[in-house]
């Protein structure tokens, strides 16, 4: 009984866990951050995100994800300059 009581949390666990992943929605319709600071266009599944100053964003890769960290003010300048100058 306590084991089938275990499994069922886990499970419970597990899916909830999956759903939180699936459903990060981030800032920029999802697109990297990095990319965008960069100038380019790179749609993510969001599975690599930051919360940042209580927004999420979301990243092509770990590695841009790292960079970003190290000046996250002066990427997001950029990436929205970029992002704002695409639907002028």
């Known amino acids: 009984m306590i084991l089938r009581i275990c ?10 866990a999956a759903l939180a992943v699936a459903g990060t929605e981030g800032e920029f319709d999802g697109e990297c951050v990095m990319g965008l600071a960069l100038g ?3 749609k993510t599944d969001c599975s690599v995100n930051t919360t940042f100053n209580g927004k999420t964003y979301c990243f092509g890769n770990e ?4 960079v970003f ?5 002066e990427f ?4 929205q300059m ?6 002028q």
Not at 69 to 73: C, S, Y
Not at 76 to 79: E, G, N, R, S
């Open 40 to 42: 380019k266009d790179i």
């Open 63 to 66: 590695t841009a994800k790292a």
């Open 76 to 79: 997001l300048t950029k990436a």
């Open 7 to 16: 499994f069922a949390a886990a499970a419970l666990l597990l899916g909830g």
């Open 82 to 87: 970029y992002y704002l100058s695409k639907s």
């Open 69 to 73: 960290l190290k000046r996250p003010e």
